[in-house]
């Protein structure tokens, strides 16, 4: 096909192809983007699956993420050690669930894992007050949070354990119309 | 020991309802062993865990054959075609999943065109929607004022093109045909001269009376078979026009509110929904995300204000009810009693204008726009009112918000319906020469261009004045009183719902009035961009239902069923009181006329097909069909709702029963580690109560 880059081995790109929802052009600018926020610490030559991680500093400040209320939380959900350092790999993963060709469903678990800041499978109180705090920069009181919370879980709450599980979440989620519009990142 | 147990099993059930090992707090109930082991737990688990020493080796394998489907009932089944792209795994589990499958470089390139093909679709969708017009403007204003603004600006778009598409209807088979075979009698082309004047272009006679723009020169040339004359093709084309605004408008509406009755009613209080699916994850503008934060906020305060309103309400006494009741019936008959002033106003303004002759030339043109003044005045004015009103009804803010937008609604159309009514009825047949149509059409364009002229004065003479002086003097006692300008995206959307509506009155009478109405749009598109852009500032509280695309498609919806049955009334008249002397139903002919001569020309099985749709023997079997169709409708839809009902309590319930068993089976595991701890007297003591209980 002449492509003459050197970053990737052939498989290696197609390997990409296959796993995420861009195309070899798009791998390739991820990642110089991802090269862009560290160049002294990103190789260039990829061929040998180099072992490079970026912290979760440096990844919270690119523009797409940067007004994000919970760019924190994506970065750490979409991390293996669950402390926001992304490898290229992960990188790549985050803006592909992210990116417009991916199905709801697969939106609909992260954006449950992201708003899951505890990390046990349900969104229990604490988490939706995390969350509407991040939402309104604190701008309400804890009373008026702790109401609206508990209103929420009523809602949601399908199986009366006064938390929401997935079954719930996604029960929730997958009534709007605008929720594959709205979790989308374009990069 | 089977009976002991059976026994401990009786004892636990009592002690439990007091106090339990096991605190009934859910944070060990997760943590119990049991609960790893039950089938949902299991389904959802594999796709949650990625261990890191897993991940660069063989990839966790109950990952791949687990999918995100862990609802659904056989999700191995499905795992060997799930493409990977969709599995909830990390990178490097899909690569091992990927070399386990051993894809064939066939399918993988196959595969990989598919999403090319998708990809080039997408661009094309994309290129073809960057091409709609004003595409950057509205992705501009939606950044700096949110999405009811752009609501706004979406819908004069949507109505340009319909505007456009009628243009292109009526060149097609009303201005085509006449120009083409008209018999002209007399063959002067169309200029200037004699008594025309600028004026004209305001007052819509003299040179513009002459012109195709009025009804009077479509007269009905030599296109005179009896099925393909000028009049029937005129009259095909207005009706199509209709017709297709009818279907446009109907379906945009129920598309819309199929989207807002699938969030339920309780969309506007879902709040579950406003926090987690609140956020927009494109925005990257600060200012963008700073105003969206408001937004948040502001709804959220809304829906709190709901419930403190709701509380109050089910306090009230019933001496208070009684009183606010009564207030509200005093009140509305305020509303009505203004509402009738209103239009006497407006049959005062129609009878003035009818005598223009003899006055010097600047005060017969205001005589001439006085209705148009008038109805403007009132719709200027009532609304303010009905706000003042509205406050003292004690509602909750939303419904003052909707009630207020209701009456206004009602008062603009109402408005509109009555003037037309009025000349319809008291427009006196001036000369022999001059053509009554052409006197409605004349009415029906000084409407269109004095919205225009409305909208231009008020952006260049109100909103810019007001915000020059909010920068020069903010502190001015001016400047104070006048507060700054916030673009009320519900009144706009009503401005153009009634410019769209006189149009569809008008078109009828004055055939151009789509093509003076697409021009006027786009123009006011400008003008108000510039309105919204440098004058205003974004409007803090965003009422849901006021700006939902479903209220301004029914909102356009009612003019043009206004309009169709202004133009019915006005039309079907009974022979003989009226022969219009000019344009294509000229020299006694009437619509039901023409049309007749068309269907007895029509062969024999034709004619009587058409006979019989157009009788009752036909209309009365399809109101009960279509009475019959919407009962099995709405009553499915109940039963529906109370098996959805029915699934949830179950649901509930089966929940509560799984934690119950699970506190049990562990309370009675670590009865049976730690024995010492058991009461040894209850178990002597009782009978075993079921002994066939465990074999």
Redesign the interface.
């Known amino acids: 096909m002449g492509n003459k880059q050197t970053i990737f081995t052939d498989e290696q790109l197609?390997?990409?192809?296959?796993?995420?929802?861009f195309?070899r052009k798009e791998i390739l600018r991820l990642h110089s983007r991802y090269h862009e926020l560290a160049p002294h610490l990103v190789p260039m030559d990829y061929t040998n699956d180099p072992d490079c991680k970026l912290p979760l500093a440096l990844i919270v400040n690119m523009?797409?993420l940067?007004?994000?209320?919970?760019r924190n939380r994506i970065v750490e959900s979409f991390s293996?050690?669950g402390m926001g350092n992304l490898s290229f790999?992960?990188f790549?993963?985050m803006f592909?669930v992210?990116s417009?060709?991916?199905?709801r469903?697969?939106k609909a678990?992260?954006?449950f894992k992201i708003?899951d800041f505890n990390v046990?499978?349900?969104l229990c109180k604490e988490d939706?007050v995390k969350?509407?705090n991040r939402?309104?920069?604190e701008?309400?009181t804890p009373e008026?949070v702790v109401?609206?919370?508990e209103?929420?879980?009523e809602?949601?709450d399908?199986?009366?354990?006064?938390?929401?599980s997935?079954?719930d979440?996604?029960n929730?989620?997958t009534?709007?119309?605008?929720?594959l519009?709205?979790?989308?990142?374009?990069i | 020991m089977e009976e002991h147990k059976t026994v401990n099993f009786m004892r636990l059930l009592s002690d439990d309802s007091t106090h339990s090992t096991v605190s009934s707090d859910s944070c060990e109930y997760y943590q119990t062993e049991i609960f790893d082991l039950l089938p949902s737990i299991q389904a959802s688990r594999p796709e949650q865990s990625r261990k890191p020493s897993e991940a660069y080796q063989d990839g966790p394998v109950p990952g791949e054959e687990s999918v995100y489907g862990h609802l659904s009932s056989g999700p191995r089944d499905k795992a060997p075609t799930q493409p990977l792209r969709n599995m909830v795994i990390c990178i490097q589990g899909k690569r091992s999943a990927r070399e386990r499958r051993k894809m064939q470089i066939s399918e993988s390139w196959r595969r990989s065109q598919s999403i090319n093909r998708k990809r080039v679709l997408a661009q094309i969708g994309g290129a073809l929607s960057g091409l709609l017009p004003w595409q950057h403007t509205l992705h501009a204003i939606e950044g700096r004022f949110g999405v009811g603004v752009k609501a706004y600006f979406v819908f004069l778009r949507y109505l340009v093109h319909l505007n456009l598409l009628h243009c292109v209807l009526i060149c097609g088979l009303i201005l085509g045909p006449t120009l083409f075979y008209s018999i002209t009698k007399s063959s002067e082309p169309l200029k200037f001269g004699g008594n025309d004047s600028v004026l004209d272009f305001f007052l819509g006679s003299g040179y513009l009376d002459r012109s195709p723009v009025f009804y009077g020169f479509y007269t009905r040339g030599s296109l005179n078979m009896q099925c393909l004359n000028t009049p029937l093709l005129y009259l095909a084309g207005i009706l199509t026009i209709l017709f297709l605004s009818l279907i446009l408008v109907v379906r945009r509406t129920t598309v819309g509110y199929k989207h807002t009755w699938m969030l339920g009613k309780r969309y506007s209080m879902n709040v579950s929904y406003k926090i987690f699916g609140g956020w927009d994850f494109t925005i990257q503008d600060p200012a963008a995300a700073a105003l969206k934060h408001s937004f948040i906020r502001n709804d959220l305060k809304l829906f709190l204000e709901e419930q403190s309103f709701s509380r109050r309400e089910a306090q009230r006494t019933l001496g208070q009810r009684v009183r606010l009741y009564l207030l509200r019936f005093f009140l509305n008959l305020l509303v009505l009693a203004l509402l009738g002033g209103a239009f006497y106003l407006i049959y005062f303004a129609t009878k003035t204008s009818q005598d223009v002759i003899g006055h010097h030339w600047l005060v017969s043109l205001v005589l001439e726009y006085l209705p148009p003044i008038a109805i403007s005045f009132v719709n200027l004015l009532l609304p303010q009112i009905f706000r003042k009103i509205s406050s003292f009804e004690d509602y909750s803010f939303t419904m003052q918000v909707n009630a207020m937008l209701v009456r206004s609604i009602f008062l603009k159309l109402a408005s509109l319906g009555i003037y037309l009514f009025f000349i319809f009825k008291t427009t006196k047949k001036p000369h022999a020469v001059q053509c009554l149509e052409n006197l409605f059409g004349r009415e029906m364009y000084k409407l269109c261009i004095f919205n225009f002229l409305t909208a231009f004065c008020n952006a260049f003479f109100l909103n810019y004045p007001r915000k020059l002086l909010h920068e020069k003097y903010p502190s001015s006692f001016l400047a104070r009183l006048w507060g700054k300008q916030r673009f009320l995206v519900p009144f706009n959307v009503l401005d153009l719902v009634y410019s769209q509506t006189v149009s569809w009155v008008g078109v009828f009478y004055c055939p151009l009035l789509p093509l003076i109405e697409a021009v006027t749009l786009m123009a006011t598109f400008y003008i108000q961009k510039f309105s919204v852009l440098r004058c205003c500032v974004a409007e803090q509280r965003m009422f849901r239902g006021s700006i939902s695309s479903v209220l301004f498609h029914f909102m356009l919806l009612l003019g043009l069923l206004m309009a169709a049955a202004t133009l019915g009334l006005n039309l079907y008249q009974p022979e003989g009181t009226h022969m219009s002397s000019c344009g294509p139903f000229g020299n006694g002919q009437s619509v039901f006329n023409v049309t007749g001569v068309c269907v007895d020309s029509l062969p024999g099985p034709a004619q009587s097909t058409l006979r019989y749709l157009a009788s009752s023997a036909f209309a009365l079997p399809l109101i009960l069909a279509e009475i019959l169709i919407l009962t099995s409708y709405v009553s499915r839809g109940r039963a529906n709702q109370k098996a959805i009902e029915r699934l949830k309590e179950m649901l509930v319930m089966s929940s509560s029963d799984k934690r119950f068993l699970v506190k049990q089976h562990t309370t009675m595991l670590r009865r049976q580690r730690n024995p010492c701890r058991v009461r040894p007297a209850t178990i002597e003591e009782n009978q075993p109560l079921t002994p066939s209980h465990e074999n």
């Open positions: 197609d390997a990409y192809q296959d796993c995420t929802f195309t523009p797409e940067n007004e994000n209320p919970f293996e050690d790999n992960e790549v993963d592909s992210l417009e060709m991916a199905p469903e697969l678990i992260y954006a708003y046990d499978n349900y939706l969350t509407l939402l309104t920069k701008e309400l008026e109401l609206v919370c209103k929420a879980i809602e949601a399908l199986d009366g354990d006064n938390k929401l997935y079954a979440f996604e929730m989620i009534r709007a119309p605008d929720f519009s709205t979790f989308h990142i374009r």
